[in-house]
């Protein structure tokens, strides 16, 4: 069993719809849970991050842990054609481990 | 403020020879770490340098290898290289170790034929 797994998509959604990204990993030990987002050519920036479980909110951006399912999610409100990209869901015990990525495409 | 810088951008080589990349951190973080991005693998962890020091390896064979020099500034280094090790490769740099709040470069697209 992987530590990390990420559905790697393709999805798609319309704009405006909600989108609901998920993780779930194997290691209890993880700590700290992090979104990055990739666009194309690019390298990752750092969305959000959570330590321990418990909901985030930035802006249109909703990050949520759930430690005791071992499961993290990042929701998406109002989706926009910019938010195109990959995110990447990554933890850190004493190395950051990253999941494959979804690939998300907001349909204009 | 500069973001992360690597060099180059672009490298094509041919099995068996050897291969540098450059990473210049942001002004003032003394951590860094590189990373290989493949489809088909996704992002994986090589190594974390900070203070000059590597504070953690990821399960890569001993081909790869890095330094960190006293400006922070960081190389990393594949020898012998093989087909499957063409990649994206990525450095991102942080103001500490083991800090979830990492920086990335726009990478090194690393091409073995």
Not at chain 1, 25 to 46: D, I, T, V
Not at chain 2, 46 to 52: A, M, Q, R, V
Not at chain 2, 67 to 96: H, I, P, W
């Amino acid at each position: 069993q992987k530590e990390v797994e990420q559905d790697p998509g393709p999805l798609s959604v319309p704009e405006g719809a909600i989108v609901s990204l998920n993780c779930t990993y194997s290691n209890s030990a993880f700590q700290y849970f992090m979104w990055y987002r990739q666009y194309s050519r690019k390298g990752p920036e750092l969305l959000m991050y959570t330590y321990s479980s418990g909901n985030k909110e930035d802006g249109r951006f909703t990050a949520q842990v759930d430690k005791s399912s071992k499961y993290i999610s990042l929701f998406i409100r109002d989706s926009q054609p910019s938010d195109s990209a990959t995110y990447l869901c990554a933890m850190r015990d004493d190395k950051i481990i990253f999941g494959k990525g979804t690939r998300l495409h907001i349909l204009p | 403020k500069a973001g992360v810088t690597q060099t180059p951008r672009y490298l094509i080589k041919t099995r068996g020879q050897q291969v540098t990349l450059s990473c210049s951190p942001i002004s003032g973080h003394r951590s860094v770490s590189w990373y290989q991005q493949t489809p088909g693998q996704g992002l994986q962890f090589l190594f974390e340098y900070f203070s000059e020091t590597q504070r953690n390896k990821g399960n890569f064979p001993g081909r790869f290898s890095g330094r960190q020099f006293s400006n922070s500034r960081s190389e990393m280094n594949v020898s012998t290289l093989e087909l499957g090790d063409s990649a994206l490769y990525l450095c991102a740099s942080s103001f500490t170790a083991d800090s979830y709040e990492q920086y990335f470069g726009p990478g090194t697209r690393l091409t073995v034929t």
